[in-house]
């Protein structure tokens, strides 16, 4: 069964730092495009940071650039978003998220359009509260 499961949410003081995970089982993830994207009350769904598996680059919003890491551990099939320096407007859902590799999702500059990813997890809430 295709899963993923995002975990590592919480509530942080501003300034503050979380790293999130997301777990895949029923394939490999890096055969697959990889997105993190988050969605705050009354907004839409926006992409954080996305990870080409044709090339191995990573890519990131504007709004989290030198403050989020993107990284993965292949053994264990499993991605994680490190999150320093938090602010108030990061407060959201934050989802992982993949497509096949063969759909060029990222490398067609695609990354962030969440209407392109396939498999998608529950999400893990992110609360920055002071």
């Known amino acids: 069964q295709t899963q993923l499961v995002e975990s590592g949410g919480g509530v942080v003081q501003p300034g503050g730092s979380l790293r999130l995970s997301c777990a895949a089982s029923?394939?490999?993830?890096?055969?697959?495009?990889i997105g993190w994207f988050r969605q705050a009350p009354g907004k839409e769904r926006e992409g954080v940071s996305c990870?080409?598996?044709?090339?191995?680059?990573?890519h990131y919003a504007d709004f989290v650039k030198g403050r989020f890491t993107m990284s993965r551990d292949d053994a264990k099939n499993m991605v994680y978003l490190q999150m320093n320096s938090l602010k108030y407007e990061d407060t959201a859902i934050y989802y992982c998220?993949?497509?096949?590799?063969?759909?060029?999702?990222?490398?067609?500059?695609?990354?962030?359009?969440?209407?392109?990813?396939?498999?998608w997890g529950q999400g893990t809430q992110v609360t920055v509260s002071s």
């Open positions: 998220a993949t497509v096949d590799v063969s759909k060029g999702v990222v490398d067609y500059g695609k990354g962030f359009d969440a209407a392109e990813y396939e498999f």
């Open positions: 029923g394939y490999t993830l890096r055969l697959h495009d």
């Open positions: 990870w080409s598996s044709a090339d191995d680059d990573t």
